[in-house]
């Protein structure tokens, strides 16, 4: 690679400050440290965390055990946001308290809409009648 040109995707840094936040976020709200209801009756899943390149932002991507009242377990996380970038920053002695932003994680959603695509009979035929073959 030249020296102007930029590397493909995240730093091993970015990446490794996101999955750090994953971590302490998971374990705050494993553990209940966020006094608020819906928190308390709802176990969230971080399934992943996005920082920016100069890691003032990350895109958390949570969900809901089940799926359950998703757009509820937001809402709290939202009204939390204070709370838990503060816990963040002090455990991991970021430079500054990356912003936090939490998201629905859809990708379950779609791997079930695929599977379920996969299993309709008209597509399980054409997949079942010869693997690696073109079919017409």
Do not use: C, W
Request: zero cysteines; charged letters at 30%.
């Amino acid at each position: 690679m030249r020296h102007n040109e930029k590397p493909e995707g995240p730093s091993v840094r970015v990446l490794r400050v996101g999955e750090q936040v994953r971590h302490v976020l998971s374990e705050i709200l494993q553990r209940g440290d966020v006094h608020d209801d819906v928190l308390a009756t709802h176990p969230v899943s971080v399934t992943e965390v996005r920082m920016s390149p100069d890691l003032r932002h990350a895109t958390v991507f949570v969900k809901p055990l089940l799926g359950r009242d998703e757009e509820a377990v937001l809402k709290a996380l939202r009204t939390n946001t204070a709370y838990l970038q503060r816990e963040v920053a002090h455990r991991i002695r970021m430079k500054y308290a990356a912003k936090l932003k939490f998201l629905a994680d859809e990708s379950f959603d779609e791997a079930s809409h695929i599977e379920q695509l996969l299993r309709d009979p008209k597509v399980a035929r054409d997949l079942g009648s010869g693997e690696g073959e073109i079919q017409d």
